[in-house]
């Protein structure tokens, strides 16, 4: 399966558009070595995703991991409750 091509960001064609008059200033590019060099690699993962996916789209895959946690979180826990609770075994689940 494809991924449709609106959900990947431009290559800086919008940005370049809109500083089309203005000189870049020397050295304002940063390095990927000290961009991506924060202290939690949570933030790292999420700053190169939204730099290659749209923000919509990392929001609701974000969303979507979390509603499959839950759900594996109650189904656990009812398994749980059947089992120590009501000592009933895996066969009679």
Known sequence: ME???SLFRSDG???EEEKEGELPASGSEVPESERYNHWNPVYNFMDKM?????TTFVV????QYFNQGTKVLVSLASANLFKDYYELGP???
């Open 3 to 5: 991924l449709p091509s």
């Open 50 to 54: 939204t730099d290659k996916y749209d």
């Open 91 to 93: 066969g009679y689940v």
């Open 13 to 15: 064609e919008e940005e």
């Open 60 to 63: 609701m895959l974000g969303m």
